[in-house]
């Protein structure tokens, strides 16, 4: 509540001299106390809640956040199992984000009229002891720019609420397709586990026959059938964590996706949208720094036209006033409020140098893990030939069938992680791209 003085009071012969006096005021604070533009104002549209639609009371163009949001294009192929996943688990999302913004999105409405008059009633008892019933109409006329903060900090809000709908769908989306991928690779290893099984049951087998037949004894059965038991464990492990996997993902979109197979391909575009982390800082900065600007703006003059009309004498008049006391800490207050839209700024260059060692980060990683999965290839094929050779040998009696078995055994490890490095390639890519809020298309949001 404004604390203040009337200045004048004007007594008015009707109603017609108060609604001119209204009108004025409005026209006066139309110039004065910071009203949008006609063209900012109409840009107000509720028929759009995405994030094309801006925040209300401001042109497209003025949100860059939003903009920029609204822009990025998705790094998911147009069809395919990637495709299929994303729309799956979009489809069934019960997010709250959506709902959030629709909330900010009309909050942000109602504050871009907040520089039209305010009506509301009014009840006096008179010396007489009558109730005066009225109708009080109020307009600033000059607040120090407290309406505009007032706007610029609902808009801000609206750009904090669209960055966490991106970040939801994004994340959304990332996690379905992590799970995905996650019980494609389970499936691949399991593949390679389940052969190795196979191959060292056939060895067991031989050795179960030398055994029988006196020619080894029962200690290398024993440490073979241990290595089978091992090998069958992993491939029953890799079965699981598919099944696992399917079933996250299988939740998430409340229909099987177990047919689905094969790995789709992620376009990320270059350069890379800025980060959504550090876009997500720019909206709480902005917001900051309105609020600061709302509270500064406390501690200054505002003067406001009033007017009255109803039972009773009408009334005309104007008010000066603050509304916060002044006292000896308001000068380390209003530091304070400069001191937040510092830390504010420091906020959103941390956040953007964050996002920029996250991304080498991966981007390091990324470059390994292609280059392991082209040396393990080379590794896994000429190891493949020596175990050839190995088993030759061994036909030979050149080798026994426990230097095989060893020989098959690195051979089988080696094959099983090579099988599962494509997969940690597709997540890595996965992770940027839901950092940087290109899994879903901005105008599709």
């Not at 729309?87 to 009229?113: F, H, I, N, P, Y």
């Not at 500064?296 to 603050?322: C, E, H």
């Not at 207050?333 to 001191?339: C, D, G, I, N």
């Not at 959103?348 to 060692?357: H, M, P, S, T, Y």
Request: charged share 20%; glycine share 10%; aromatic share 4%.
């Amino acid at each position: 509540m404004t604390r203040g003085r009337k200045l004048t009071g004007l007594p008015a012969q009707g109603c017609a001299r108060v609604v001119m006096a209204v009108a004025l005021a409005a026209g006066l604070g139309g110039c004065m106390a910071g009203a949008p533009s006609p063209t900012d104002r109409s840009a107000v549209s509720t028929a759009s809640m995405g994030l094309a639609a801006g925040p209300p009371g401001a042109t497209a163009q003025s949100s860059v956040i939003i903009a920029d949001l609204a822009a990025r294009p998705s790094a998911l192929p147009g069809e395919g199992p990637y495709a299929q996943v994303a729309q799956a688990v979009l489809r069934d999302a019960k997010g709250a984000a959506q709902a959030e913004l629709r909330m900010k999105r009309l909050t942000a409405q109602a504050q871009s009229k907040n520089w039209l008059p305010e009506i509301g009633p009014s009840l006096s008892l008179t010396r007489l002891g009558d109730l005066a019933a009225q109708i009080l109409v109020e307009q600033v006329l000059w607040d120090n720019g407290a309406k505009r903060a007032e706007r610029d900090y609902a808009a801000a809000d609206v750009e904090v609420a669209a960055v966490g709908l991106s970040s939801e769908m994004n994340d959304t989306v990332a996690d379905g397709l992590k799970a995905y991928i996650t019980a494609l690779k389970a499936r691949a290893q399991a593949a390679v586990a389940a052969r190795s099984a196979a191959k060292i049951g056939d060895y067991n087998h031989i050795m179960r026959q030398r055994v029988e037949g006196g020619l080894s004894d029962g200690s290398e059965a024993r440490i073979l059938a241990q290595k089978l038991t091992e090998m069958q464990a992993v491939a029953q492990a890799d079965r699981d964590s598919e099944q696992t996997a399917l079933a996250q993902l299988g939740a998430m979109t409340g229909q099987s996706l177990a047919g689905l197979s094969g790995l789709g391909s992620f376009a990320l575009p270059e350069p890379l949208p800025e980060a959504l982390a550090v876009a997500e800082a720019k909206a709480e900065a902005r917001r900051s720094v309105a609020e600061a600007e709302m509270a500064r703006t406390g501690y200054l003059p505002t003067l406001s036209a009033q007017a009255k009309t109803g039972s009773g004498k009408p009334d005309v008049g104007l008010t000066l006033g603050l509304d916060e006391r002044l006292g000896f800490g308001t000068g380390d207050a209003m530091a304070a409020l400069e001191a937040r839209k510092e830390a504010a700024a420091a906020r959103v260059e941390k956040a953007g140098q964050d996002a920029a060692q996250d991304l080498v980060s991966l981007r390091a990683k990324l470059a390994a893990l292609r280059a392991k999965a082209a040396r393990d290839a080379i590794v896994v094929e000429e190891t493949g030939a020596g175990l050839d050779m190995f088993t030759e040998q061994y036909r030979m009696g050149g080798r026994t069938l426990m230097e095989l078995v060893n020989m098959y055994e690195n051979y089988a490890e080696m094959a099983r992680d090579q099988a599962g490095l494509t997969y940690d390639i597709a997540l890595v890519e996965l992770e940027i791209a839901r950092r940087h809020g290109t899994l879903v298309a901005g105008s599709s949001i």
